[in-house]
């Protein structure tokens, strides 16, 4: 029997990748189509639900048929991977990590439909990093273009158990908001729980080598606290031998392995995957940790235990600047050789409708965000409501975000999955290595990594 792991799948994915605007309203089409759609299955049954209502609504309104299947995360991944390699392909593909392996590999290879004229009837109510974070490029046509259709966010909030962090004599209020500090604010903690608590730590801190998302996600947002997010800029150029990208590479390193050797995180870190920190937090193994949607919260059925967790945004950098966490960005993207083509667009026009969107994603309960401030704005759900819903909204639509790495260069989805910077951990953790050595490496290996992927301008 195979088993698929999320790290497997995305390994395997990029190694395979490696080798119109509707000007009429939806009404009945006296010509009806059909369009095969692949989605990822709902993380709660109430996701599946409310895609399965827009479809209704949809068919009803249009007299197209949307055919769909909705398919687990790496089971999904896989048969995508098949697709795309085979010929044999779907209309239209909705996976929650399009934006960070298959719309990069893919667009490069110019394996993906331009789809600038469905992303441009919202442009104008889309947070700047979402529009930036559907422009993709292309290796064939040597240009940038539009190719991941974007119908909700994400961000990593900080999630807390303030029942832990008040019996160890503490009160939340008093965190710090830099970086570090606030990091730090928790490491006492730990050893007064311990006083009538086994096997209690401070921090979920995902140094693991084993990913897929949850350890490169991690130490981005470590890398951008330190003043490094500039590793790539926009023109896909990386700029590994700048003072002070290489300064934040170190002093990320230095802190992440510090904290884990001196015991504040849990042994098994080191080979967590993107569910381990999850079910520790659930199980009160720590007090805090880092990880992305609110799928932590989601998970708690028990209303009363869930309001115990702090749903919080990034605070400062470790310069007091504002942090600007990476903001995910979910969509679809329509493969070369769909047949149906004009319905997959049409369908993607209707779903990021902002009436539309928003009801999704609220049926959803809130477990990824908006594409547009003004619906965080102008809808109590998401300011109102929920504290930790509104603490993420506000987080992910009200602030200063940055695009993830992969949009800029596609060979930084490669970077990714061979778990350069939670190699770069383990070397420092298990090996003695000095955080300035594994930093040297890591970035010889993402040198050699991109330099497959010139980006020339046209």
Known sequence: MTILTRRSVLRNSLAVAAAGTIARPFIANAAAKTATVWWT??????????????????????????????????????????AITGGDVPDLISHDINDQVLVPQ?????????????????????????YLGTQYYNSVTKKRGGYLIPFKTAILPFHVWTPLVEKAGFKLSDAPKTWDAFWDFFKPMQPKLRETMRNVYAMGL?????GPADGNNMFHHFLIANGGNDIVTKDGKAHLDDPKVKEAVIKSLTYITKAYKDGYVPSGALSWNDADDNNAFHSKLFVMDLDGTISTEVAIKDKDERSQVATLGQGNKNDGTPMTPELGIGGAFIPKGAKAIDVAKEFMTYMIKPDVSNGFLKEGLGRWLPTMPS???????????????????????????VANYPVFNPGWAEVNATQVWGAAEADIIRNGATPEAAADAALKKIETILAKYPIVQS
Not at 106 to 130: G, L
Not at 206 to 210: A, D, L, P, S
Request: with cysteine; proline share 6%; hydrophobic share 35%.
């Open 106 to 130: 893919n667009a490069w290879d110019d394996k993906i439909v331009e789809v600038s004229d469905v992303i441009d009837t919202q442009k104008d109510k889309y947070h700047p990093t979402v």
């Open 375 to 401: 619906i965080v704005k102008s809808d109590p759900f998401w300011t109102n409501g929920d504290p930790q819903v509104k603490a993420y909204a506000a987080a992910g639509m009200l602030s200063d975000t």
């Open 206 to 210: 995902q140094c693991t080598t084993t």
């Open 41 to 82: 299955q709902g993380f709660v049954p109430e996701e599946d639900a409310a895609f399965k209502r827009i479809v209704e609504e949809y068919q009803k309104a249009s007299g197209n048929t949307i055919d769909f299947s909705l398919i687990p995360f790496a089971p999904l991944m896989q048969k995508i991977v098949s």
